[in-house]
């Protein structure tokens, strides 16, 4: 078999990565498109070439030999932004995961390190192909090394053969550096030989052959100024060479032969990608068929119940409700489980749903009951007409509040990290995807059983965790009696106008059409714009729009190549409307007519309740808290959620700026709390002060720039992340952060102390006691340490916010049933709640609402409701 060396270039394959896809979080908030991207480019080689050996190299740190050479060698670049620093590690234990070696050497750089193994393996008879971004690296090719640069994105190769260069450039592969002692190059601050460029460097060596023989015989070069140049700029054209160089003779303390590649780790790699939320790439790796592991069960003694009976349930019992398919609000239960003292049974859903003994017993508050997600089995039960009361624990809420980092696919999950192991996980017992099938009732029976049992001893442990962390009231006062409120938001859903719904899908497909006449206008010619191929031609062919990047099968034209060239011909601009209207068809349109319940004509969102970090809720089936209001027709599809009642209104409330008014209260900074008690514009103050001009001086853009800072210290944003939603440079937006935080010192001592407080504490905490743990704050790894940073200064903000309005909804239902109203709540939206209520009550409700919602929490600074209302959800906005 043939020796194959593949050598990548981690550092630049990273940057590649990261620079050509969008920005990704995974739920946990860490960005994560230079991993996937790095991924996707690792899976691709591994596939194409299918290496014998392999191996990752990085650079080891700012500072190389090639410093004592020129102090300001790369001395341009500008610091690596703290979005891609985070994700290293991952990049580094993804490749840990692949069984694949990496290697860095101090004082050298990563390319030091591939052009000494390359020559290396030359000699032992391998092939070599070396993966990198920087074309700089081109000089290693030769007849057994083959160089393959990313060009535009990561999957356009080009590969850099003797004979590639040769036709390229007209060089030999040894010529390059001389080409890059003439010309320089500007990423890695080499100087060159300053009005020297790629052709004359070419064209020179072409006739003199190295830079040495260049230098040594100037009186033959053609042209005066050319002339003078060389002469003057001979030392610098020498070291620019020597700069550019590669050594391959690097004390390398590894061989060829110990990069030998024997596959990966399947279950690591499962893990990372799971982590990571990489589903696109598990579905890669068939990952939905493998079972997981479970450990040996011991045997377990219940009951199948052919008839209840009241006997069966004690004063405390734990109860599972089954509910295998995501949508619960129409699926069928398939059984029942309970767990106590008097015995563990098993109930067909038929035996239970028959017995008025079970009905009783689930409807009586006196009875105590723990439960797995009080939310789906409410609703669920509501189904068949019964209300599940008597509720005191939840063992999914317990275990989200106690760390809301931990993944919980079900009660084995929770189980086995308690050392609870006689509990079977549902993937491996029901099997997955087309796999997936409901067993004979003795099998389920025990299987359910085992999940009651298992939920007995949880809720004992996860009480007493709840209470040592002083998180029990968060449990008992917030999440268990919202997880009730949410049943009944979900079970009374939202009233669809089918009818409005399907003409503003016809209106929708009379727009795209009248934009399409216009981009094939502008073309010049009809073509299929949703083919990336044939609008590639357009643009970068027809048109000659400057090609931003490009793929393996042509021009890019994904969404932020696009933006970039919007300001350069009026069909781009229409190109990205059309795309944004089909969205809005298919997503919106057609996708809310797919989940409407067409008996009730209402759509029944799923909150969930136990999923991100910073305790917000999240709906799903269908997702209404994102739909695009930004685009008129986006607005507009609201305009299709209508009261269920006739003669009813829908009635919208939202915090103003809740994030920045607990950022006031939680940093105690005397400016932010006087403004906000001031009920000043704190966009306008906020540029004011970082400005340093009066009120009438600030204008709209200073107003723009303020906002995005304002909301950005709140989401942990660096120089980086601000430079790109406003369009300057790093620089600027550094200068803003830091006159930003000079202007409100309290803001700057906050982040300070919450950073001290996380690294003594191991988590944040919320104003009601939610933690977030945050583990990496002690990374001696400064790239995890400093998204640890930024992860502790906002969640106290954004969970705090996360926990004012849940603490609101509950108050608002406990006054609506107060004061006998009738008023429904139906949705929370981010800061919003959305209720339907009769028309003769929006005179109360004017009242009410932002009575109750501002003062859910007693703060420093006042919180600030504003509502509307009207005949659809659009008007009441």
Do not use: C
Request: hydrophobic residues 35%; negative net charge.
């Amino acid at each position: 078999m043939e020796k194959k060396l593949v050598l990548i270039d981690g550092n630049s394959i990273a940057y590649r990565a990261f620079f050509a896809l969008p920005l990704l979080n995974n739920d946990k908030g860490i960005h994560t498109n230079a991993v996937y991207g790095f991924t996707m480019m690792l899976m691709r080689i591994l596939e194409d070439e299918k290496p014998s050996h392999i191996l990752v190299a990085f650079d080891a740190g700012k500072t190389t030999f090639r410093h004592q050479t020129f102090s300001e060698y790369k001395g341009g670049r500008q610091k690596t932004p703290p979005e891609l620093s985070e994700q290293f590690p991952f990049i580094r234990e993804l490749l840990d995961a692949y069984s694949i070696k990496t290697y860095e050497l101090e004082n050298y750089e990563a390319d030091d390190i591939i052009g000494t193994l390359s020559k290396e393996a030359e000699k032992e008879g391998y092939s070599v192909k070396v993966i990198s971004g920087d074309k700089d690296l081109t000089q290693l090719s030769s007849e057994r090394t083959t160089v393959n640069i990313t060009r535009k994105g990561i999957t356009d190769i080009e590969a850099y053969t003797p004979d590639h260069i040769k036709e390229k450039y007209g060089l030999t592969p040894a010529q390059i550096i001389d080409m890059k002692g003439l010309m320089g190059d500007s990423s890695d601050n080499i100087p060159g030989v300053p009005g020297i460029g790629e052709k004359t460097a070419i064209k020179l060596l072409a006739e003199f052959e190295t830079l040495e023989n260049l230098l040594n015989s100037i009186d033959q070069v053609n042209g005066k100024k050319l002339k003078e140049k060389l002469e003057e700029f001979k030392d610098q054209a020498l070291m620019s060479k020597e700069l550019a160089t590669i050594t391959t003779e690097a004390p390398v303390a590894i061989k060829p032969s110990e990069a030998e590649y024997e596959g990966y780790q399947r279950e690591k790699v499962i893990k990372i990608f799971k982590e990571l939320g990489f589903n696109s790439l598990l579905d890669k790796l068939g990952a939905d068929t493998e079972a997981t592991d479970d450990p040996k069960l011991e045997e377990i003694e219940y009951t199948i119940v052919e008839e209840v009976t009241d006997g069966m349930f004690a004063d405390e019992t734990s109860f599972y409700v089954e509910v295998l398919e995501d949508n619960y609000h129409y699926a069928d239960i398939i059984g029942f489980s309970v767990a106590s003292e008097k015995g563990n049974y098993f109930f067909s859903t038929e035996t239970a749903l028959r017995s008025e003994a079970f009905k009783k017993w689930a409807e009586d508050e006196s009875k105590r009951k723990t439960v797995y997600d009080t939310k789906r089995s409410e609703v669920s039960l509501r189904h068949h007409n019964i209300h599940l009361k008597g509720v005191t624990f939840d063992i999914l809420l317990g275990s989200y509040i106690i760390n809301p980092a931990e993944p919980i696919d079900d009660i084995a999950t929770i189980a086995h990290r308690y050392g609870i192991k006689n509990v079977q996980s549902d993937e491996s017992f029901y099997g997955k995807g087309a796999k997936r099938k409901i067993p004979a009732e003795e099998k389920l029976g025990e299987h359910l059983v085992r999940k009651a049992v298992a939920m007995a001893a949880l809720g004992k442990r996860l009480t007493g965790e709840l209470k040592d962390n002083q998180q029990y009231e968060l449990f008992t006062d917030l999440e268990l009696p919202l997880s009730l409120i949410l049943a009944d938001m979900e079970s009374q859903g939202v009233k669809v106008d089918l009818e409005r719904l399907r003409s503003m899908g016809n209106e929708l497909t009379i727009r795209l059409k009248e934009v399409e006449e216009r981009i094939h206008e502008h073309a010049g010619e009809a073509f299929n714009i949703n083919s990336p191929k044939q609008l590639g031609v357009i643009l970068f062919e027809k048109l000659g729009l400057p090609a931003i990047k490009k793929t393996k099968t042509g021009y890019s034209t994904s969404a932020d190549v696009l933006e970039k060239l919007e300001h350069q011909h009026s069909i781009v601009r229409d190109i990205l409307h059309y795309r944004q209207l089909g969205k809005l068809q298919s997503t919106y349109i057609e996708g809310l007519l797919k989940v409407v319940d067409q008996r009730t004509e209402k759509v029944h969102t799923r909150f969930n309740q136990a999923l991100t970090q910073t305790g917000r809720l999240s709906s799903t089936d269908p997702n209404l808290q994102n739909i695009p209001i930004r685009l008129e027709e986006g607005r507009k599809i609201r305009q299709a959620f209508v009261p269920s009642e006739s003669d009813w209104v829908i009635f919208a409330a939202d915090y103003s700026q809740i994030e920045l008014r607990v950022l006031a209260h939680i940093s105690g900074d005397e400016k932010l709390i006087e403004a906000f008690q001031e009920d000043l514009d704190i966009h306008t103050n906020t540029a004011m002060q970082v400005f340093h001009v009066s009120a009438d001086e600030v204008t709209g853009n200073m107003r723009r720039h303020a906002k995005a800072v304002n909301f950005g210290i709140v989401y942990g944003i660096s120089d980086y992340g601000l430079s790109q939603s406003l369009g300057i440079s790093r620089k600027e937006a550094g200068l803003f952060i830091e006159r930003y935080l000079d202007s409100y010192p309290g803001v700057k001592e906050y982040m300070e102390d919450i950073v001290k407080e996380a690294k003594q504490k191991g988590y944040v905490s919320t104003l009601l006691q939610r933690r977030r743990y945050i583990p990496e704050i002690t990374s001696r790894n400064f790239n995890l340490r400093s998204f640890a940073e930024r992860t502790a200064m906002n969640t106290p903000i954004q969970g705090s916010a996360a926990d004012i309005i849940k603490k609101a909804m509950i108050d608002m239902a406990a006054r609506l049933k107060e004061e006998g109203l009738k008023t429904r709540l139906l949705l929370q939206v981010h800061d919003e709640l959305i209720f339907e209520a009769p028309k003769d009550e929006i005179e109360r409700l004017k009242k009410i609402v932002p009575e109750v919602m501002e003062n859910a929490v007693d703060l420093k600074v006042p919180l600030k409701v504003d509502y509307s209302y009207g005949p659809t959800w659009f008007d009441a906005k």
